[in-house]
């Protein structure tokens, strides 16, 4: 029976304490692949401690992938043979990104940080799970029939009819429900637009910007371009001087910068589309509902009369990132375009999820949910900027494009470089990216003041009562 | 008020008139996109019947895509405009294909046949909802919190898990969990590989075989050819004389043929495979589970030592083809390949479906579903042989492969080509292929005396009720 000593546990729970033992266990190769652990109740006996506590450490290293459940059998040492071999690539954090395997490194800093500035993860207690079993409960009832019949390639027609009504009232968009084609993430639906727009185009992503998005192109291998950023968005000339045939952009919110484009970019956009056959835009709207002071702002989707506007939007952000729907809303002659290319594919998102959203949509839950995270996220924003005015180094911080979106900007005045920033973070528990890690050029180190750093602060997930804290070492990190 | 008189409904029940009432009126556009139709208790008083009538016909319409309902504010005609752009090629049925799309056309005969011997959709019948349902809530109950954390890309720890252990079980395949990757569907897997073994190496397809992966190859640009079989399956000439460097092969029971490739042919392909680095097998094991006599074969993955073959498999044909849950089995070098070069992408299903899947495999109600529905193929079978033993054109049948799937062949002596047979059928309200439609060359209609037909019949969702008259009215194609 394995045994942990509770004398030396520090400023650590005892359930955190006991995590970390049985971590470092597995990752000194002490307890082998498919150990069966301790039963919860023999444990806690054993340890004299209760069995909430080792059921919170059994939890903790389940969610980490460093053991395995199998139901009425107990818990099991995952093997951890392969989950080192990961690409630096994705540790950056993107809307889409923070798979649990690029958390389970040797890296004991890495793997369990204090405070997580990176990750997008929705927060679990915020998922309205009781709602959403409901549904799935009736929709079990309501649809057997419907459930097992195959959903048209783009998705079942009373979700498709559901987006369509909510972006009519949410965004006032006129989409039919015909032009939405569902998806399992905008991952796979980038995959398909290659398959759609063709192999030969020529594609930009913005710089700075998502990286993921170039990297599918570059796996794809289609050609890519950087294309750059003034003040105002995507440089026209960038597109011209690039031949570039379709252009990925966040015109609403630009991820991570914050810059929403203003409506005369937005037209040149559209005036650069319109010259050719072969330009199109994809308009990636993927936060628009988490805009948290005055009114949204127009899609561009909505003022396009030219059939070059390509949009997608994703329920990973709005309800939970571990569902995987998204969807994209073709033009018209691309919708015909799908339907005789690609129609060959089947959906890839199961009819359970499919209906049970249809019935989160129609019902007016997603509406309600949007609003209570708005209200939420608003909440954690006024709460970690009174952090940020709490530190005594508030004067050499400066906080930019805090009105929009789960995350902000924070410029701060030291003479540390950014890979200094962040290394001298994560020694304190924090995982704090910066924008310069967001560029692909090195046009941001050229053009600005060597002195000023600007990190990204995703504050969706992070708890309040450790806010003060986090925002404290950080601080030290960076001005220490 | 919508009225309709039931006076002449001929053998029709009243919801099927009904049904095909109302459908008239939606495919005349007299009732239009959007319109509400009555509820379903107005609409039976009106018309003087029961409403689990009205119930049926709306569900059958609702089914079928030509309405759509919103919870408590009822039923509207869905918008069709788009629905008759289906491309000819997905009116072949395969393992994956049959969207809902695709039947609704304005072609009364395709729309509602009266059997359909290509449709591969599972009986909904059969679908363990109950289970399912008190899986799926437990898991909700129990996992909250991993419910929320992002999945692994190659899917959740806990499902490769369980299904490296059935796997072992069943196939006696040594695997690790870290192998297998889980995503949304073979086709979006197949799109995987490509970016994993390379644009461009040039991919084999079997012929006759699927026409999917076909066609997943050609939307994704790389070359694929098409390769010859005999008797034993794949022939390796053609491997060589087409400088093919990945070849798709359903060994152990090949689509649609039948054709279970001998353990010597199976040593003869990964010989080929081992002669250069670039080659691989990927290995579809479709529907191994559903061998119906017999001990199931060794997989070709299971005495491959040089690491050069992928294994597919999927539970869309073993749980519900509405489920999207497929996985392959990686090669460890590739294993390591995929980490290093596409861990980027997140898992494209969604962490709900992966627990409760997970759950239903450890928890034994996989092998019991499994084994119930080979029962219940069997016996779907044994009652369709008796069927055509009891046609007077029984001697004019061959009946071929009728061990193994889902399928088999029905070899027939007629003076009727292939498309005479296929239409006359269509007639009947019968929807029926033929082994020559699964031909990319014209190999096999040189090779082949013109009076001998083979057919296809998938009977995995016929219902026992109509099969002896689907049989009848399919012989009266052929043979009169």
Redesign the interface.
């Known amino acids: 029976m394995l045994t942990y000593s509770f004398a030396n546990i520090g400023s650590d729970s005892l359930y955190e304490h006991l995590y970390k033992c049985i971590k470092n266990d597995i990752l000194q190769g002490i307890l082998r692949p498919d150990d069966k652990l301790p039963s919860k109740r023999t444990f806690a006996k054993n340890l004299n401690i209760s069995t909430i506590t080792i059921e919170n450490a059994y ?1 903790q290293l ?2 980490e ?1 460093y053991i ?5 059998r107990g818990y099991f040492i ?2 951890l ?3 080192i ?3 630096q ?2 540790h950056l954090a993107e809307p ?7 958390k389970r490194t040797t890296d004991d800093n890495s793997a369990t940080p204090f405070a997580d500035f990176i990750s997008n ?4 207690d915020n ?1 309205p ?1 009781s709602i ?2 409901k549904l ?2 009736e929709i ?1 009832l309501d649809k ?11 998705g079942i ?2 979700l498709r ?1 559901a987006i369509a009504t909510h972006l009519k009232e949410f965004r006032n968009m006129d989409v ?3 032009q939405i084609i569902v998806g ?2 905008t ?2 639906l980038y ?1 398909l637009l290659i ?1 759609l727009l063709g ?1 030969d185009r020529i594609y930009g992503v913005e710089d700075p910007g998502y990286q ?1 998005v170039a ?2 192109y570059r ?3 289609v050609s890519c371009h950087y294309i750059p950023l003034d003040e105002h968005g995507i440089m026209i000339d960038g597109l011209d001087s690039n031949n570039i045939d379709i252009i990925h952009t966040c015109v609403s919110h630009h991820f991570p910068t914050g810059i929403i484009t203003p409506i005369s970019r937005r037209y040149e956009l559209l005036g650069w589309a319109s010259k050719s056959d072969t330009r199109y835009i994809i308009e990636d709207d993927y936060d628009s509902e988490f805009r948290l002071m005055g009114k949204p702002i127009p899609s561009l989707q909505s003022i396009d009369v030219m059939e070059k506007v390509i949009y997608m939007n994703t329920f990973t952000k709005s309800l ?6 998204s969807y994209m809303i073709l033009p018209n002659h691309l ?2 375009k799908f ?15 499919q209906y049970t959203l249809a ?1 989160f949509i ?2 007016g839950y997603f509406e309600k949910h949007i609003n209570r995270m708005r209200n939420y996220y608003r909440g954690q924003r006024d709460f970690i900027m009174e952090c940020i005015q709490n530190n005594p180094n508030v004067s050499r911080i400066t906080i930019k494009e805090e009105d929009s979106g789960l995350h902000f900007l924070m410029q701060v005045s030291t003479d540390k470089t950014d890979e200094v920033i962040v290394e001298e973070a994560l020694k304190q528990g924090i995982r704090i990216s910066c924008l310069s890690n967001y560029y692909h050029s090195n046009y941001y180190h050229n053009e600005n003041n060597d002195t000023l750093h600007t990190l990204i602060i995703n504050y969706s997930n992070l708890p309040p009562v450790i806010m003060q804290e986090a925002i404290d070492r950080l601080c030290n990190a960076i001005f220490e």
Chains 1, 2 share one sequence.
């Open positions: 939890a389940l969610a992938g395995y459940s199998i139901p009425k995952a093997n043979d392969h989950s071999q990961i690409s690539s994705t889409e990104i923070e798979t649990s395997f690029s993860q929705t927060n679990p998922f799970f959403w079993t799935m409960r079990i057997s029939r419907e459930l097992m019949t195959n959903s048209p390639c783009g027609l009373e009819t039919s429900p015909e399992a993430g991952e796979y995959g398959q192999h993921k990297q599918i796996s794809n291998q939970a990132s571990t569902i995987r729907i919708v015909k339907y005789e290319t690609l129609s060959f594919y089947s959906c890839t998102v199961s009819n359970f999820e019935r129609q019902g």
